[in-house]
């Protein structure tokens, strides 16, 4: 290994997430064996090609294992993965636990600039790459890539077609795994590197350890699983996010249970999984499921009409045939996990009756944050700055509220900066020494960079970003406020605030907007609307913006930079025909 990952928080305090049982001191690669072995033909992945069970999977993990060793890949080696959610993604992760090695996933939809940069930093040695994926070609771009990357020694191309001079994954699959042996790695050394979606110029990649995931993240899903059978997870964020790190680690190597994987994620094939295969637990960001509640009111409108015209029919003939009833309602899950972006009331109270379940709010991070609502309330908990954070859970992630400036502990009800450390808490930050000085304190605290409070019941509140503002004219907006007041307004679906250059002001409020019926609210009637929930005026936007869908990124996060950019040229457009 040549990229140096150093634990940042105290050994001792490692040693005894151990010794408790919080952890389950092994790697990820034989925990999934244990699993494996209990019970042979349970299904491990269900994706587009069907299911396959843990002994299949664990045959692939193996020739996949023996072929990388072969490419002289092993342990302590960073390898980058970039496939799409399918059964692929989960034998490589595998695979490289089995190695020792330390896999470094991020999603499909990632421009080669980034990829760069990714690859360049953690000093990675290869990269699984789909050959082609919704029109793009991540073997070819990143083999283009590779005389840049004095490190990158192999290209893997994932799927028909391989470019000249990557190696076919299906020629790897087909190693004869005999005589493979795996590694043993130290459960405390790293695993997985997680890469951040966060405000940084380049992506912040964060390294864990097997017992991080396993152990931190594990006992994050643990507490909301209410009895001993292994979960059934429909993930629709990519497996290859931070928030998708609670699949093949968590999922199937902690918890023995079933992936249900989405290549591509739309709200059709996302309700569709859900009534074929029956989850237990819908892993989503909120803009996600706002996009499955507005196809779910649009089905139940078309089975209206036809409802009616059938009945016109049937009075017109006479008829005494009965008529067709609705689709049934969906199978309720155990639990729908919202997070990557602040959940408003509205949106979880209308998931909550169509899902029919508990609607769990995740406060997290790749940073090493985590806290949520849990199973107890259907609906999670409001507070006048939206739905709260949830009880922390010393077993996953530690929360303390300290002064931005002096770092010391504040008092309950005294609004902070979130700190967290726990089982959950990451290495280290990957080839940024910068990172770590600037989010993590001697004693392994993470500044995770975000304000909020714990009130007298032990309650975690986020009241906003310490950075996340928009100065208009020296006066301070947070976008986040205004999202929440506007996503409950009766003609709108979803809505993303962002700022916009102003050479008056400095800065102005832009609201980008997905609209319910045929016509859009004016500024001026959003205005009068904010007003009413008193947001006070220079809060209010000044610039609309009307999309039939928000862009999402990679991640599966609204695309902030991308609604920038279209505000941008809508206002060029706008300026050029005045």
Same mark, same amino acid.
């Given at each position: 290994?040549?990229?140096?990952?150093?634990?940042l928080?105290?050994?001792?305090?490692?040693?005894?997430?151990?010794?408790?049982? +919080?952890?389950?001191?092994l790697d990820?690669y034989?925990?999934?064996r244990?699993?494996?072995?209990?019970?042979l033909?349970?299904? @491990?992945?269900?994706?587009a090609?069907?299911?396959l069970?843990?002994?299949?999977?664990?045959?692939?993990?193996?020739?996949? *294992?023996k072929?990388?060793?072969?490419?002289g890949?092993? !342990?302590?080696d960073? #390898?980058?993965v970039?496939?799409?959610?399918?059964?692929?993604?989960?034998?490589? =992760?595998l695979?490289?636990?089995?190695?020792?090695?330390? *896999?470094?996933?991020?999603p499909?939809? /990632?421009?080669?600039?980034?990829a760069e940069?990714?690859?360049?930093?953690?000093?990675?040695?290869?990269?699984?790459?789909?050959?082609?994926?919704?029109?793009?070609?991540? @073997?070819?771009?990143?083999?283009?890539?590779?005389?840049?990357?004095?490190?990158?020694?192999?290209?893997?191309?994932?799927g028909?077609?391989?470019?000249?001079?990557?190696?076919p994954?299906?020629?790897?699959?087909?190693?004869?795994?005999?005589?493979? #042996?795996?590694?043993?790695?130290?459960?405390?050394?790293?695993?997985?590197?997680?890469?951040?979606s966060?405000?940084?110029?380049e992506?912040?990649?964060?390294a864990?350890?097997?017992?991080?995931?396993?152990?931190g993240?594990?006992n994050? $899903?643990?507490?909301?699983?209410?009895?001993?059978?292994p979960?059934?997870?429909?993930?629709?964020?990519?497996?290859?996010?931070?928030?998708?790190?609670?699949?093949?680690?968590?999922?199937?190597?902690?918890?023995g249970?079933?992936?249900?994987?989405?290549?591509?994620?739309?709200?059709?094939a996302?309700?569709?999984?859900?009534?074929?295969?029956?989850?237990?637990?819908?892993?989503?960001v909120?803009?996600?499921?706002?996009?499955? $509640?507005?196809?779910?009111?649009?089905? =139940?409108?078309?089975?209206?009409?036809? +409802?009616?015209?059938s009945?016109?029919?049937?009075?017109?003939?006479?008829?005494?045939?009965?008529?067709?009833?609705?689709?049934?309602?969906?199978?309720?899950?155990?639990?729908?996990?919202?997070?990557?972006?602040?959940?408003?009331?509205?949106?979880a109270? @209308?998931?909550?009756?169509?899902?029919?379940?508990?609607?769990?709010?995740?406060?997290?991070s @790749?940073?090493?944050v985590?806290?949520?609502?849990? $199973?107890?309330?259907? #609906?999670?908990?409001?507070?006048?700055s939206?739905?709260?954070?949830?009880?922390?859970?010393?077993?996953?992630?530690?929360?303390?509220?300290?002064?931005?400036?002096?770092?010391?502990?504040?008092?309950d009800g005294?609004?902070?900066e979130?700190v967290?450390?726990?089982?959950?808490?990451?290495?280290?930050? #990957?080839?940024?020494?910068?990172?770590?000085?600037?989010?993590?304190?001697?004693?392994?605290?993470?500044?995770?960079g975000?304000?909020?409070?714990?009130?007298?019941?032990?309650?975690?509140?986020?009241?906003?970003?310490?950075?996340?503002?928009?100065?208009?004219?020296?006066?301070?907006?947070?976008?986040?406020?205004?999202?929440?007041e506007?996503?409950?307004?009766?003609?709108?679906?979803? !809505?993303?605030?962002?700022?916009v250059?102003?050479?008056?002001?400095?800065?102005r409020?832009a609201a980008?907007?997905?609209v319910?019926?045929?016509?859009p609210?004016?500024?001026?009637?959003l205005?009068?609307?904010?007003?009413? /929930?008193?947001?006070?005026?220079?809060?209010h936007?000044?610039?609309? $913006?009307?999309?039939?869908?928000?862009?999402?990124?990679?991640?599966?996060?609204?695309? /902030?930079?991308?609604?920038?950019? /279209?505000?941008?040229?809508?206002? +060029?457009?706008?300026? !050029?025909?005045?």
């Amino acid at each position: 290994m040549t990229v140096t990952l150093t634990d940042l928080l105290p050994t001792e305090l490692r040693r005894s997430w151990v010794v408790d049982g +919080t952890c389950p001191d092994l790697d990820l690669y034989s925990l999934y064996r244990a699993r494996q072995i209990a019970d042979l033909h349970r299904t @491990a992945v269900i994706d587009a090609k069907g299911e396959l069970c843990y002994t299949a999977l664990d045959r692939k993990v193996r020739c996949l *294992a023996k072929g990388l060793r072969g490419l002289g890949i092993g !342990a302590g080696d960073v #390898v980058g993965v970039q496939l799409p959610n399918n059964r692929n993604a989960v034998i490589a =992760e595998l695979a490289l636990a089995a190695l020792g090695a330390i *896999a470094l996933p991020f999603p499909v939809g /990632r421009g080669a600039a980034e990829a760069e940069s990714l690859l360049r930093r953690a000093e990675a040695v290869a990269v699984i790459a789909a050959v082609e994926h919704r029109g793009q070609t991540h @073997a070819a771009d990143l083999q283009a890539l590779a005389p840049a990357l004095p490190a990158l020694r192999h290209v893997v191309g994932a799927g028909r077609d391989t470019p000249d001079g990557t190696i076919p994954l299906t020629q790897l699959l087909r190693t004869d795994p005999t005589g493979f #042996v795996p590694a043993r790695p130290d459960p405390d050394g790293a695993a997985r590197i997680l890469v951040s979606s966060g405000s940084e110029a380049e992506p912040k990649m964060v390294a864990y350890s097997h017992n991080a995931l396993a152990g931190g993240r594990g006992n994050f $899903l643990a507490s909301l699983m209410p009895d001993d059978t292994p979960p059934r997870c429909l993930f629709l964020v990519p497996l290859a996010s931070a928030f998708g790190s609670n699949g093949t680690a968590v999922t199937l190597a902690r918890h023995g249970g079933t992936l249900v994987l989405l290549d591509h994620f739309t709200p059709e094939a996302a309700l569709s999984a859900v009534r074929d295969h029956r989850p237990t637990h819908i892993l989503g960001v909120p803009t996600m499921i706002r996009m499955m $509640l507005e196809t779910l009111e649009t089905l =139940e409108t078309l089975e209206t009409l036809e +409802t009616l015209e059938s009945t016109e029919s049937t009075e017109s003939t006479e008829s005494t045939e009965s008529t067709e009833t609705p689709d049934e309602p969906l199978p309720a899950p155990t639990a729908l996990v919202l997070g990557g972006a602040p959940l408003d009331e509205t949106t979880a109270k @209308a998931a909550a009756d169509a899902f029919g379940c508990p609607v769990v709010n995740l406060y997290g991070s @790749a940073d090493g944050v985590n806290c949520h609502t849990g $199973l107890q309330h259907t #609906v999670p908990p409001t507070d006048r700055s939206g739905v709260v954070a949830g009880r922390p859970d010393p077993r996953v992630a530690e929360i303390r509220i300290t002064d931005p400036d002096t770092h010391e502990p504040l008092p309950d009800g005294r609004i902070g900066e979130i700190v967290s450390r726990g089982p959950m808490t990451p290495l280290c930050y #990957v080839g940024s020494p910068e990172l770590d000085a600037r989010y993590r304190t001697p004693e392994g605290w993470v500044r995770t960079g975000d304000l909020g409070f714990l009130d007298e019941d032990g309650l975690l509140h986020v009241a906003g970003r310490l950075k996340d503002v928009v100065i208009r004219g020296g006066a301070n907006i947070s976008p986040a406020e205004v999202e929440r007041e506007l996503v409950s307004h009766p003609q709108v679906r979803d !809505a993303v605030c962002v700022s916009v250059p102003d050479p008056l002001m400095g800065e102005r409020l832009a609201a980008c907007l997905v609209v319910k019926g045929p016509t859009p609210p004016s500024l001026a009637e959003l205005g009068t609307y904010l007003a009413e /929930r008193g947001i006070d005026r220079y809060k209010h936007p000044e610039h609309l $913006l009307v999309l039939p869908e928000l862009p999402l990124t990679a991640a599966g996060k609204s695309d /902030r930079a991308a609604l920038r950019t /279209r505000i941008a040229e809508d206002r +060029t457009s706008a300026l !050029a025909q005045a």
